[in-house]
């Protein structure tokens, strides 16, 4: 389900490169902005955060027609990241490379003045149903 990405080049300001893991608390993602510029957004929500969005950190490929989440007026992002991992059912990661071409396929949630960007996922891709039955959508 996309438990961390790496972050690594321009977007990390020093260029060294950056692992970021859902379950701290202050995780943010860098999503691409309509200029081709980097923003630094909250990665989803968890559990005992506040908060009006939903406690998750990845959104389901067909949320974006979802009426549910009509209130939380969905935007398709990119999230630019060199790699993510997926840990197997023994809890061990697996890193996967994205191409320089690649991002992740983000949605960004907005609340008030909450905004949250989220994983989208979907089905894994032939032969890695071991280690995960749910998988982040790539995004050219």
């Known amino acids: 389900m996309c438990g961390g990405v790496e972050v690594a080049g321009r ?9 970021i893991y859902f379950q701290s608390p202050g995780a943010e993602l860098p999503v691409v902005q309509p200029d081709g510029s980097i923003q630094w957004i909250p990665w989803g929500r968890r559990p005992r955060q506040p908060g009006a969005l939903p406690a998750s950190g990845w959104a389901r490929e ?25 840990r197997d059912r023994a809890q061990q ?45 790539i995004a050219a």
């Not at 969905?74 to 060199?82: F, L, S």
């Not at 994205?98 to 032969?127: D, F, K, N």
């Open 11 to 19: 977007f990390t300001g020093n260029g060294r490169a950056r692992r």
């Open 62 to 86: 067909n949320c974006m027609t979802l009426e549910a989440w009509e209130r939380y007026r969905p935007q398709a992002v990119k999230i630019a990241v060199q790699r993510y991992m997926e």
């Open 93 to 137: 990661p697996h890193w996967f490379d994205l191409v320089a071409s690649q991002c992740l396929q983000g949605v960004l949630l907005e609340a008030e003045r909450e905004r949250r960007v989220y994983v989208v996922i979907g089905q894994p891709p032939p032969g890695c149903e071991f280690i995960q039955d749910r998988w982040p959508l």
